[in-house]
């Protein structure tokens, strides 16, 4: 984690000083982008095609600052430092199997601005588990369960069972949402929150039974890779695909962001989440990481969870980071 934060640091400041001349004017030289995307684009691309994608960014970035006229030459290892850069983010990119078209408007954002590394930078000042990947195929630890949950006892929402529970940030933004919804004329209704792993297995095992295996898998989580069980997630009621047409429903899709709370299951994200549309499961991940969300990923939290999981995987164990941990 020491080393993974520290590359990152070092990673943030690339683009500060790699774009000063042009971040937030006028496009980079015509060159530098197309010369990225046709490296970055070759399928398969291996470690040799890095640092050409990103040398070919730097020249051309280079001659775009030098038309602004805001900086000098860049330095001869800061250069190459950033031709590494590059080639470690389009990396991560691919790794995270992001739609052709994300992938295409990060990488072009990244020559063009440092709004990206900075927004990133500002969320990994938070809680780690505010960006925890817990999917179909990435489970929490044995036992995982977080140490400041508080029972959700309603103020200016309602619950539908006494006994549920959030993480104490998750409940105080719940609290702040819920009030701002009420002063619309909206009550919110808290309807399901924390899942212990026991508490998954029985709920699992009665949609097996319900609905059979295949389709159980659909709407339910297997124990262990529930977003329930971090403490973070709260299902609205009423937990049907009716909820989208509810007043509440209507609010939260236009509101929720405001607050640091982030749909889960999209409509027509089955394939990338796992989950048929849940109108109703939000998660609660923080305003820095709901805009990240919103500003770069297209709304789709799955797509930003996955490529963050990727760069903090990629980061720790690159030898570029052990070089940069200093
Ligand atoms: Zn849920």
Known sequence: MGVSMRFVCFL???????????SRQAPAAEGAPAALHEVALQPGGSA??????GAGVASGAGGASGAGGASGDLPAAVAEDAAGYMGFFSTVLRAAE???DLYLSILNSMTTSADFILDLMAIMEGDPSLWRLVDKDRSLPNGYSPGDL???VGGSYSVSRPGLMLRRGAAASL???????????????AASAYRSFQNQVQVHNHWVQVLGREEAERVSARPGHSE????LALDFAPINTFFAQTREGVWLDANAARFGWSLSYPYGFE???????????FRYVGRELVAFINNHFDGIQQFALRFIYEWEKAAAGSPAGEAHGG
């Open 271 to 281: 394939d990338v989440t796992g989950y048929s549309w849940e109108p109703w499961h």
């Open 150 to 152: 508080v029972e959700l």
């Open 98 to 100: 992001l739609p052709q």
């Open 12 to 22: 943030a400041l690339l683009p500060a000083l790699f774009f000063a001349g042009c």
């Open 175 to 189: 609290e702040e949402m819920a009030a701002a919804a009420r002063a619309d004329g909206v009550t919110l209704v």
């Open 48 to 53: 040799g095609s890095v640092p050409a994608s």
């Open 228 to 231: 329930h069980q971090l403490g």
